[in-house]
């Protein structure tokens, strides 16, 4: 074990041991209560590390998360009130963006390279730029159903603050709307393609409650629900802002897959950083045990990879963390594990690859900017 690892693993340890007494409390407390603290904890910590990024973007970024927060607003608008007031509830602009402005950056990116300077194809193209961040957000809407959540984004949850059935209807109207709005642009290829997300996504739910005991399928199986929750909405946008772009042109079938492997890779990389900060952030941010999924029974890519040097770990993942002390132990192997630095170096790799993708762009500002979001995704576990 390297030097540097070893005194991360020191440090993390004794955080662990330091707060073990509330560690244990909290494990044997496998309800809705302690599962929808540490939930809160995850994405408050989060929130905490990647929404500081977008704060200190130049102000163009800003105004850009402004303009498609006020656009969200004014399509949502509906009576009655109340419905108007959930609808638009979790859009205040201070969410992270990033799969907006991905799809935004990737079409002007394309544009650029087909030397395409026409308003009426950037309409369309930020009409799926819109849309990403409201699915994204419906999504968030449900989760939040589902783990009683009781905060989102430092605010009070709309679950918690209207309750579960009124909140289900309000993501409901959100996502109708936002069909709506697909429906619209009258391409039938891009719906076609934007529909890809929303089976993907509800696969993916199916996947994160699924079992497997062979650890390489486990393995598979995380990478496809990783890909199906989070990669896919990112890969599917920019692949559509691409075929708007692409149309009349030689490059109809080359630029958007270039476009959608290049979200798929950098989705892939986002959610693997997103896993190794629920091991080490939540910590440092609020001072509590890190494992927010191990509470919520879930194995990712560090307790994945720790699995090939602790076999033992095998058990506790099958029965999915539920027994007593279950999760101090699975936290504990990870830290002393490789696991940790494994995750890292893999979601290097996916950016990496996302990097490669977009080599046959012409080189322009926004090219430039996708290499920027490529590398700020894994910068932020430096």
């Not at 409201?134 to 905060?151: K, N």
């Not at 890969?235 to 009349?248: E, G, I, L, P, R």
């Not at 030689?250 to 798929?264: C, H, I, S």
Request: aromatic residues 8%; neutral net charge.
């Amino acid at each position: 074990m390297s030097m540097s690892k070893q005194i991360m693993s020191r440090r993390m340890l004794s955080q662990l041991q330091q707060l073990l007494p509330w560690a244990r409390s909290t494990s044997t407390l496998r309800g809705v209560t302690a599962k929808q603290e540490n939930a809160d904890q995850r994405r408050w910590a989060h929130q905490n590390l990647a929404v500081s990024s977008v704060r200190q973007e130049p102000k163009s970024k800003k105004d850009m998360v402004k303009e498609i927060t006020s656009e969200i607003h004014s399509r949502l608008t509906v009576r009655p009130k109340e419905l108007n007031d959930m609808a638009v509830y979790y859009f205040n602009g201070d969410g992270k963006f990033i799969r907006p402005r991905l799809a935004i950056t990737m079409a002007k990116a394309v544009n650029a390279h087909l030397q395409i300077e026409d308003p009426d194809l950037e309409k369309l193209q930020r009409t799926i730029a819109v849309i990403s961040e409201m699915w994204h957000t419906t999504s968030l809407v449900h989760d939040d159903v589902l783990d009683h959540a009781e905060s989102r984004r430092g605010i009070q949850s709309v679950n918690d603050r209207w309750g579960a059935n009124k909140s289900v209807f309000a993501g409901n109207y959100v996502l109708a709307v936002s069909v709506k709005m697909l429906a619209d642009t009258k391409n039938p290829e891009v719906i076609s393609t934007m529909s890809s997300i929303l089976s993907d996504l509800v696969n993916g739910e199916f996947q994160q409650m699924g079992r497997r005991d062979d650890e390489e399928e486990r393995f598979q199986l995380y990478l496809d629900k990783t890909f199906n929750k989070t990669a896919s909405l990112i890969a599917y946008s920019c692949k559509s802002v691409a075929q708007f772009a692409v149309k009349n042109s030689v490059d109809q079938k080359t630029l958007p897959d270039m476009a959608f492997m290049y979200g798929r890779n950098i989705g892939l990389a986002f959610q693997l950083i997103d896993d190794w900060l629920d091991f080490v952030a939540s910590a440092e941010q609020l001072g509590k045990p890190a494992g927010a999924d191990l509470q919520l029974g879930l194995a990712t890519a560090p307790v994945l990879f720790a699995n090939r040097e602790y076999p033992e770990l095998k058990e506790l993942i099958i029965r999915q963390f539920s027994e007593p002390g279950d999760v101090e132990r699975a936290f504990e192997m990870v830290v002393k594990s490789s696991g940790l630095e494994e995750t890292k170096n893999f979601a290097r790799k996916y950016a990496s690859m996302a990097l490669q993708n977009i080599e046959g762009l012409s080189e322009s500002a926004h090219k430039s900017e996708l290499r920027q979001l490529a590398e700020s995704t894994v910068d932020r576990c430096s």
